[in-house]
């Protein structure tokens, strides 16, 4: 039997909030709230994080979680979406489960803060597309 808490919850053994489940993925809400109806959707089958999870898996997943997510945004009548997911400890994934978080944002101070705002000054931008192209 596995020790993963998400599997656990995939497979009905410890108690979720769960608001959509599938033969392929589940969703709950979140124990932590960061913002009203922040919700995880986990595939049933694990894996540890984006970069790991079944492209099939993903792919459908993708489409629950657009779904949910308008959804949400209605129900609760939210001004918008963030839709994330860490991969790995230094990304701040806790749980080693691939999942999208849900968060609904309502305004500027709804708990959830996200900064994009800081700018590395010595980044040599042709350098990186070398790499990466
Ligand atoms: P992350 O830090 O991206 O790995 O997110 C893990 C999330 O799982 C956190 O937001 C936790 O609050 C949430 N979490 C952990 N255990 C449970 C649980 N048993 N039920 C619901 N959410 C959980
Ligand atoms: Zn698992």
Not at 45 to 51: D, I, R, S, V
Not at 85 to 93: D, F, L, M, R, V
Not at 102 to 116: A, S
Request: with cysteine; aromatic share 6%.
């Amino acid at each position: 039997m596995s020790n993963c808490i998400f599997c656990k919850i995939a497979n009905h053994e410890i108690p979720g909030k769960i608001i959509y489940e599938d033969d392929k993925c589940i969703a709950f809400l979140d124990l932590s709230q960061v913002t009203n109806g922040h919700t995880l959707v986990i595939p049933k089958t694990h894996a540890a994080n984006f970069l790991e999870v079944d492209d099939e898996v993903l792919t459908h997943m993708t489409l629950v979680t657009k779904a949910l997510a308008n959804k949400i945004k209605d129900a609760l009548q939210a001004s918008g979406i963030n839709i994330l997911t860490n991969a790995g400890e230094i990304a701040g994934q806790t749980v080693m489960h691939f999942h999208f978080h849900i968060i609904p944002r309502f305004n500027e101070n709804d708990g959830f803060i996200v900064n994009f705002e800081k700018r590395l000054d010595d980044i040599d931008l042709d350098d990186l597309l070398n790499k990466l192209k």
